[in-house]
């Protein structure tokens, strides 16, 4: 099975593109971020006529998340336990979900696309409510993987986090002064990696970007940031084969300012050229 992880920066400007690359590079999964559409504005047929089917959670021209499949979905969902909301000027429990999260199981993995508030800057209300944001999913993760140990399970997505220094090629990115690099934010990664998930890319890859900004000529000057992850519970983790960071998505027309990331699991799956037996 091969699962990857894409932040699209609008579908609907992208779907093409994305839809290509996935059948080009034969991917069963792929989880989407940051879609920016209503499910009923989605680019529903591209996929379907790809061979796909799709679960999708967005709200309005903002966030949204998605799983594209060529196995059946089931047992989705569009919150986990505990996920905080968030309305600026508005304080307290009771604050609206954004679409920022969608889970599902797609040949007996569970899969999580998740889009991690950014954070903003480091006096805004939305850098608390990123902080929270990962409390909670972090707890979420050491209570399935300690539930349901078997399963394969992996958080996918863009985590807005350069956790260490070498993920960190923006000289405009700087820790103390930015969001993404502080250090608040790299411990709640560091966390949720000890909450029964672990990096499943680095160990394959240990250097690459993953994100440029548009501006400046970051992409040409290779002034990135590693901030879109797989994190896979020890059975997902044991499963892995390869991984790949595709960097050549950043180039051409009218890419993403993000890059798939892409995992190959063998899962046990039958083998095909076994002799028959009657």
Known sequence: ???????????????????????????????????????????????????YELAIHGLNQWNGVAIASRTPIGEVETSFPGMPGFLKGLEGPDQPQEARAIGATVGGVRVWSLYVPNGRSLGDPHYTYKLDWLAALTEYARAETSARPEVPFALMGDFNIAPLDEDNGDPAVVEGLTTHVSPAER????????????????????????????????????????????????????????????????????????????????LGEDDDDRPMIF
């Open 187 to 266: 411990q709640a990664f560091f966390t949720l990696e000890n909450a029964g998930v672990t990096d499943v890319v680095r160990p394959r890859i240990p250097e690459g970007y993953t994100y440029w900004d548009y501006k400046q000529l970051k992409f040409p000057r290779n002034e990135g940031l590693r901030i879109d992850f797989i994190l896979g519970s020890a059975a997902f983790a044991e499963a892995v084969t390869d991984a790949s960071i595709h960097r050549n998505e950043r180039k051409g027309d009218a890419p993403s300012d993000h890059v798939p990331v892409l995992v190959e699991l063998a």
């Open 1 to 51: 099975m091969r699962i990857a992880t894409w932040n699209v920066n609008s579908i609907r400007a992208r779907s093409g593109r994305v839809v290509d690359w996935m059948v080009r590079e034969d991917v069963d999964v792929l989880a989407m971020q940051e879609i920016k559409c209503k499910p009923e504005q989605f680019p529903v047929e591209a996929f379907e006529e790809a061979g």
